[in-house]
C-alpha cells in the first residue's frame, strides 16, 4: 500500500496542490477540511474526509481508520487586515486548532510534521535590512516579531509545534511569503478566493477578459494600482517574494521526505533569494499576457509597508536540496490559464451568487 499522508486545508489552494502532487509520487493523500474556506471540488485527489482540525475526536477517528506515516498542516486563515480587525479569529483558529491538531497527532502516534506556516513572523523587517545594508535577504537568524495577530497567531503554533519535540514529534517549520500560478489546467486546482487580496490574481483578471460581473464583483475594474513610488529600491516600487505554488509544494515534499528519513525538527524559510518589485511583476504581465498598452496606476504608500520583504533559501537549499526552477512569466501564465477556465469562472460565480 502506498505510503498515507494526512493533510489539513486540503481543499485549499496550497493544500489541494500538496494533494495532487503527492499523488503523482505514489503517496496516498489523506484531506481533511471543513470548507470553511476551502474548496470541495479541490479535495479531488486521494481520499477527503470534512471535518474540523479543532475537533479531537475527528482526527482521532481519521488516524484510526487511515494510519498516516505523516502530516502536512495547511489549514489557516491567512487575510492579513482581516487579523487586525478579527483578532480572536485567527487566535483561535491558527493558534489554538493547530495547537490541539499537533497534540491529536502526537497522541496518534503520527510523530512526523510538516507545518505551511508564514515569513510575517518575521514582521516588519525594514530595520533589519537596514542593518545589513538594505539588500540581504531574511534568514531563519533574524528575530520574530509579528506586526499583526495573523504573524503571532502562527508563531505561537509554530512553538507549540517544537514544543512536542520532547515527546517525540519531528517536525519541519517552512515560512514563505508570497504564493502564486497553479498546476497544469487539467489538474482543475487554482488559487479561488473572494474576497480576492492576491497581487497576482488582481492583475490578471481583468487582463484575461474575464466576465465583467466576475470582475466586478471581485472589485477589480477600476484596474490595477501600485501603492507607493518612492520606496529605497531600484525602481521605486516595494519588493517582494514571490513561489510558484508548485516549487513551494517541492519543498513542502522535500521536507516530508526529510522527516521519514529521520531529518530532525528545524525550520526553514524559502523565497526566491531577490525578489520582484511591484513594477517588475507588471511588466512581465504585460509581457506574458500580450498586453502592451497595459499600465498601472500609482497611489501613495500604505502604512506598514515596508519596502523589501525577501526571504533567504540558503538553508533549505543545503539541507533540502531545494530551489525554486520556475520563473515570474511561469507564475503569470500559470495563474492566466487557470483563472480563463471555465470551473475557475463558474465556482467563483457560485461562491459570489452571480448568475448563471
Known amino acids: 500500500m502506498p505510503p498515507t499522508i494526512l493533510i489539513s486545508g486540503g481543499a485549499g489552494y496550497i493544500g489541494s496542490h500538496a494533494a495532487y502532487v503527492l499523488k503523482q509520487q505514489g503517496f496516498e493523500p489523506v484531506v481533511i477540511d471543513n470548507l470553511s474556506t476551502g474548496n470541495a471540488w479541490a479535495a479531488s485527489f486521494g481520499i477527503f474526509e470534512q471535518g474540523d482540525v479543532g475537533d479531537v475526536d475527528f482526527v482521532r477517528t481519521v488516524c484510526e481508520k487511515y494510519q498516516p506515516r505523516a502530516a502536512m498542516h495547511f489549514a489557516a486563515f491567512i487575510e492579513v487586515g482581516e487579523s487586525v480587525t478579527n483578532p480572536a479569529k485567527y487566535i483561535e483558529n491558527n493558534r489554538d486548532k493547530a495547537s490541539r491538531f499537533f497534540k491529536t497527532l502526537n497522541a496518534c502516534g503520527v510523530k512526523k510534521t510538516v507545518f505551511s506556516s508564514t515569513a510575517a513572523v518575521y514582521g516588519d523587517t525594514s530595520s533589519v535590512y537596514s542593518e545589513v545594508g538594505g539588500n540581504g ?60 487580496s492576491h497581487l497576482i490574481p488582481r492583475l490578471v483578471l481583468p487582463l484575461i477578459d474575464a466576465p465583467a460581473d ?34 513551494l509544494i517541492d519543498a513542502h515534499i522535500r521536507a516530508l521526505n526529510y522527516l521519514l528519513k529521520g531529518g530532525a525538527t528545524d525550520i526553514f524559510n524559502l523565497g526566491s533569494g531577490k525578489g520582484f518589485s511591484v513594477t517588475d ?26 519596502a523589501i520583504l525577501v526571504a533567504s533559501s540558503v538553508k533549505a537549499g543545503k539541507i533540502l536540496g531545494w530551489r525554486p526552477s520556475r520563473s515570474l512569466q511561469d507564475i503569470i501564465t500559470d495563474a492566466a490559464a487557470w483563472h480563463r477556465s471555465s470551473l475557475y469562472q463558474d465556482a467563483m460565480r457560485a461562491k459570489l451568487g452571480l448568475a448563471g
Do not use: W
Not at 520606496?231 to 513561489?243: H, M
Not at 498586453?291 to 509597508?305: C, K, L, N, V
Open 137 to 196: 535577504p531574511i534568514s531563519e537568524m533574524y528575530p520574530t516579531k509579528p506586526i499583526n495577530p495573523y504573524g503571532q497567531s502562527k508563531l505561537e503554533a509554530e512553538a507549540y509545534l517544537r514544543m512536542l519535540d520532547a515527546d517525540g514529534m519531528r517536525s519541519v517549520t517552512l515560512r514563505y511569503f508570497n504564493v502564486a500560478g497553479a498546476a497544469p489546467v487539467e489538474a482543475q486546482i487554482g488559487e479561488a478566493h473572494a474576497p480576492e
Open 214 to 247: 466576475l470582475v466586478e464583483a471581485l472589485g477589480l475594474r477600476k484596474g490595477f494600482t501600485i501603492y507607493g513610488d518612492d520606496y529605497p529600491t531600484p525602481d521605486g516600487t516595494a519588493v517582494r517574494d514571490y513561489i510558484h505554488v508548485l516549487d
Open 281 to 306: 511583476i507588471v511588466g512581465a504581465t504585460r509581457k506574458a499576457l500580450d498586453r502592451p498598452h497595459f499600465s498601472a496606476g500609482f497611489a501613495p504608500r500604505r502604512e506598514g509597508d515596508p
